[in-house]
């Protein structure tokens, strides 16, 4: 399994405060790429999985719309998250 329960709240504990608290902006964008990350990795060795390629369709859009949110609701949040996980945008 390529998410431990533990790496989940390793995650959640350095992005979204503490590991419990699992509804924070935050760790959920973190956590989406983490397995953004994943299945990209997976996809360049097999590149005709179209199962998982729309999953990762999927899960980039969820990530943008959180990061929309995030923006909306409190800017420096969001410029701090989008620059602690090096995202382009």
């Known amino acids: 399994m390529y998410l431990a329960p533990e ?5 959640f504990a ?3 405060g503490s590991e419990t608290n699992t ?3 935050e760790g959920k964008i973190a956590l989406f790429s983490y397995r953004i990350s994943h ?3 997976h996809l360049k060795k097999n590149r ?3 199962n998982t390629q729309r999953a990762l369709q999927l899960l980039v ?3 943008r ?3 929309d949110y995030l923006k909306f ?12 996980l090096g995202l382009r945008r």
Request: hydrophobic residues 25%; aromatic residues 8%; glycine residues 8%.
């Open 65 to 67: 719309s959180l990061l």
């Open 61 to 63: 859009g969820k990530r």
């Open 14 to 16: 350095k992005y979204g």
């Open 7 to 11: 790496k989940k709240k390793e995650i």
């Open 39 to 41: 299945l990209t990795e």
């Open 48 to 50: 005709h999985d179209y």
């Open 73 to 84: 609701k409190d800017i420096s949040r969001y410029r701090a998250i989008v620059k602690e």
């Open 23 to 25: 509804g924070s902006s």
